[in-house]
């Protein structure tokens, strides 16, 4: 069974910093390029960043840009969010999955991001 899961989420400060860590089960990621999204209260899920199957290219959300960075490592099925300069806008449940179809597997439970001002 495919799964994700998402972890390291919490309250934090503004300004304060956070790491997510996505691990992938039952199924190699190492071909895909994999993304965060996020979903704000009354919001849609959206973008935040992806990274290229092989790491070496990355994009982010204009929001995030400069703050946020994306890193992966295919030994561990695992991929990485370093969130810094955390602010209130940031504030959602964060997923990650394939980029840029969401089809790697079905979408996990995400890591709550809480920042308080």
């Known amino acids: 069974q495919v799964q994700l899961v998402e972890s390291g989420g919490g309250l934090v400060q503004a300004g304060g910093s956070l790491r997510l860590s996505c691990a992938a089960y039952g199924r190699t990621f190492s071909t895909y390029a994999m993304g965060w999204f996020r979903q704000a209260p009354g919001k849609e899920r959206e973008f935040v960043a992806s990274?290229?199957?092989?790491?070496?290219?990355?994009s982010y959300a204009d929001s995030v840009k400069g703050r946020f960075t994306i890193s992966r490592d295919n030994a561990k099925n695992t991929v990485y969010l370093h969130l810094n300069s955390l602010k209130p806008e940031d504030t959602a449940v964060y997923y990650c999955?394939?980029?840029?179809?969401?089809?790697?597997?079905?979408w996990g439970q995400g890591t709550q991001v809480t920042v308080s001002s």
């Open positions: 999955n394939s980029y840029p179809k969401g089809d790697f597997g079905s």
């Open positions: 990274i290229s199957w092989n790491g070496y290219s990355t």
